[in-house]
């Protein structure tokens, strides 16, 4: 059970800067050329960055920081340091409620917005059932079936951000927030997506385990915007003191994670693959749709032993199988309900009655799936399934593991396998042409074209909007010319 210090840190994000931090951050601006007549600080929290920017910019004529904890505004207005300079003024105030507009075009000069944004997504909320939300508008544009299968999810950080630079765009401003490295990337997209004004950007790799005990990839997001400038390129260090960097940006519109490493194989590149990977089947019932075999027959999630027809039962290899080579020796196999979506499942029936029989059974875990996508199906339905998935021969990989590590594939006991949908695919209808296939994908030119691409601290680093790009007809040309 989530008690309430914790349920309020994790609804508020709440992970206070600590002043060394916050003081290294604004030398860095001082470094890098930034003289503010405006400071404005939208989750001050206890004031770090406020002490740190009042005290770094004496230039600055206003010092305005924002909280809606009403404890930490308190705090605030009690200590010396903020009665004393009187450029500074706090307010308690809920951001997502704030009139941000009548403040920015009150502010004359230079503005920079700093400050430490909350590390908590949308859906984590839901969960605690928090409320430091924005209202619920799908402000990326994403249709019905993309948000139901999860791309709705956003972090607090990134809503926040977009409606700073939306705000912006009128002004010479700059930005520096902490924030997650994704959702970093997350602002560039939107930014390049909707034409927005963007002078220049650059990330900054934080110790987040050292500053703030999180284990997540985080950075000082650093953004420039000046009117009819459209700079859409991230210059990323590896650290607030490294020299060195690479540079993320946009070709056509995929974003590049290594721009010279891309324009070295960007030859390769097709936005419109004749031959698609695939992703495995979804289900959300293991307990009821996966086996492993016994003597007896299969033992399922709940520990029963059942007897079913063969006709629908198939060898399962999961993510990590695939990730860590187990394939020979898994044991797994699933209940594969329908060869295409949203086929008729009924007909089992008459073709697989024992099977029937034991999905009748257990229809009370199956009809209370939590996802949309079963409740306008034929009962049983699976998602993700198409002939493709019944193919011979696939060349597979896990999309959670931070590697690149394809596996060649065939048949278990003479049956095609499956994949769970954590795996995406390349089908085959012969084994000839799947190993040429693999011999190409695993060729050191491939992987440094998925390099350039592929940006590793993601969850799911690989997708298949990745994968898809490479044209396996010019790796083919591109390695043959080379032997």
Known sequence: MVTRLLKEKIEYGDFQTPIELA??????????????????????????????????????????????????????????FFLQDTRITIHQADFFQFNWSSLVQEAQGHILIIGNLPWVTNSKQGKIQGDNLPLKTNFKKYSALEAITGKSNFDISEWMLIQIINHLQQYQA?????????????????????????????????????????????CLLFCKVKPNSQNYFCDVFNSLDEGKFYQIGYHAS????????????????????????????????????????VQDGYINGLGEIIDLEETYIFPLIKGSDVAQGRIENSNRYVLVTQRLIGEPTDKLKDLAPKTWKYLEHHAPYLDNRKSKIYKTTPRFS?????????????????????????????????????????????????????????????????????????????????????????????????LSVNC
Not at 45 to 69: L, M, W, Y
Not at 425 to 442: C, M, S, Y
Request: a positive charge; aromatic letters at 12%; glycine letters at 4%.
């Open 23 to 80: 003081e290294k951050i604004c030398c860095k601006l001082v470094d890098l050329g930034i003289e503010p007549d405006i400071i404005i600080e939208p989750t001050c929290g206890i004031g770090n960055f406020i002490k740190a920017a009042a005290n770094t910019f004496q230039s600055a004529n206003q010092v305005i920081g924002i909280d809606i904890n009403y404890d930490y505004i308190n705090k605030i207005k009690q200590e010396r």
């Open 174 to 218: 700059s930005i520096a927030v902490l924030c997650k490295t994704s959702v970093a990337r997350k602002l560039l997209s939107y930014i390049h997506s909707q034409k927005l004004y963007l002078d220049y950007c650059a990330s900054y790799k934080i110790d987040a385990k050292r500053y703030f005990a999180a284990n997540v990839d985080a």
């Open 254 to 293: 995929l974003l590049v994670k290594d721009i010279d490493k891309f324009n070295s194989v960007k030859d390769l590149y097709n936005p419109k693959p004749s031959k698609k990977w695939r992703s495995g089947i979804k289900h959300d019932c293991s307990d009821i749709m996966e086996f492993h075999k």
């Open 382 to 478: 699976i998602f993700g399934v198409g002939e493709y998935t019944f193919s011979p021969w696939k060349i597979a990989i896990c999309g959670l593991y931070k590697k690149l590590s394809f596996r060649l594939i065939g048949t278990i006991e003479n049956k095609p396998t499956i994949f769970d949908d954590t795996v995406y695919f390349l089908f085959f209808d012969n084994e000839e042409a799947a190993n040429q296939a693999f011999t190409h994908l695993t060729s050191p030119l491939a992987t440094d074209f998925y390099s350039s691409l592929i940006f590793w601290d993601e969850k799911r680093p690989i997708k298949t909007s990745i994968l898809n790009c490479l044209n396996l007809s010019a790796l083919a040309k591109r």
